[in-house]
């Protein structure tokens, strides 16, 4: 019953912009501090951006200034606004909601940046 789930994946052109959803379900995000990770192929999981209960932001140095992690309290839901798109930023991108006791991740949602 308590879940994260993404959304707003797909097929992009390359330099192209997509805006990623987490919502989630049988529980609040207020005091949970979440980040966006992703997988590409053949790849481990990285960290993109996280973003605090205090809406301190944080990105891998890689992505900062095109990628933008908000959340917005009151709808349960956090975004990643990804921007100037390019075939590395293909992979599986997946929410994650921490508090120092209890954590849940998303299932993922695939972004595939191609002509």
């Known amino acids: 019953q308590m879940q994260l789930v993404e959304s707003g994946g797909g097929l992009v052109q390359p330099g192209g912009s997509l805006t990623l959803s987490c919502t989630s379900s049988?529980?609040?995000?207020?005091?949970?501090?979440i980040g966006w990770f992703r997988q590409a192929p053949g790849k481990e999981r990285e960290l993109v951006a996280t973003?605090?209960?205090?809406?301190?932001?944080n990105y891998a140095d890689s992505l900062k200034g095109r990628f933008t992690i908000s959340r917005d309290n009151a709808k349960n839901t956090v975004f990643l606004q990804m921007n100037t798109l390019n075939p590395d930023d293909t992979a599986v991108y997946y929410c994650?909601?921490?508090?120092?006791?209890?954590?849940?991740w998303g299932k993922g949602t695939l972004v595939s940046v191609s002509s």
């Open positions: 994650y909601a921490a508090t120092t006791s209890t954590h849940y």
């Open positions: 049988g529980f609040t995000l207020d005091y949970y501090s």
């Open positions: 973003i605090t209960s205090g809406d301190t932001a």
